[in-house]
T-cell receptor, first 118, second 115 residues
Framework: AQKVTQAQTEISVVEKEDVTLDCVYE???????LFWYKQPPSGELVFLIR??????QNEISGRYSWNFQKSTSSFNFTITASQVVDSAVYFC???????????????FGQGTILTVHP | NAGVMQNPRHLVRRRGQEARLRCSPM?????VYWYRQLPEEGLKFMVY????????ESGMPKERFSAEFPKEGPSILRIQQVVRGDSAAYFC?????????????FGPGTRLTVT
């Protein structure tokens, strides 16, 4: 069975601090995908990134960066120079490929509540 | 190209009533997933449907819940005789026809409150 663990329930930082959100996953599949979603107070889910299991390159997008380490089954997310607008719940999720045994459905972590104070 | 649409956005029902949640996938998408987010929890998979077929309902409660995705029209998640524990946000996601696709596009969710 697939499992995603986000050990940090809540994180509170002051604006301009860097913050890293941890994500550890478990899967028996050799081909899988990892995702991060943001859920702002308005409630919708905002897609941030998708990474496949064969691509271990780190990725940077503006103030966001992701560190994928297959050896430790981790896919951590760092926000550099955090801003108040980054305050949200962040979810890490795992999926096998569509057509695999779980039809591509997503397994989500419990989420990390990030609060950025001015 | 319109995104995934869900309606209503907010739904209030009294205990024992029925709730019907609708999801219109993106144009050209024939795969729909429903997820439930209980208060202060992550999203949990409920059911995966293709047009006119339920493929995987392993996450759906055995009683009172049903889902359909007819040939024409939106996908419907139906909850009969709602109870307070059904209060949650219900999200649907759609993906394209191709089997190898792995992208899911989420709707804005329906927030169900049972009083």
């Amino acid at each position: 069975a697939q499992k995603v663990t986000q050990a940090q329930t809540e994180i509170s930082v002051v604006e301009k601090e860097d913050v890293t959100l941890d994500c550890v996953y478990e899967t028996r599949d050799t081909t899988y995908y990892l995702f991060w979603y943001k859920q702002p107070p308005s409630g919708e889910l905002v897609f941030l990134i998708r990474r496949n299991s064969f691509d271990e390159q780190n990725e940077i997008s503006g103030r966001y960066s992701w560190n994928f380490q297959k050896s430790t089954s981790s896919f951590n997310f760092t926000i550099t120079a955090s801003q108040v607008v980054d305050s949200a719940v962040y979810f890490c999720a795992l999926s096998d490929r569509a057509g695999g045994t779980s039809y591509g459905k997503l397994t989500f972590g419990q989420g990390t509540i990030l609060t950025v104070h001015p | 190209n319109a995104g995934v649409m869900q309606n209503p956005r907010h739904l209030v029902r009294r205990r024992g009533q029925e709730a019907r949640l609708r999801c219109s996938p993106m144009k050209g998408h024939s795969h729909v997933y429903w997820y439930r987010q209980l208060p202060e929890e992550g999203l949990k998979f409920m059911v995966y449907l293709q047009k006119e077929n339920i493929i995987d309902e392993s996450g759906m409660p055995k009683e009172r819940f049903s889902a359909e995705f007819p040939k024409e029209g939106p996908s419907i998640l139906r909850i009969q005789q709602v109870v307070r524990g059904d209060s949650a946000a219900y999200f649907c996601a759609s993906s394209p026809l191709a089997v190898s696709s792995y992208e899911q596009y989420f709707g804005p969710g329906t927030r169900l409150t049972v009083t």
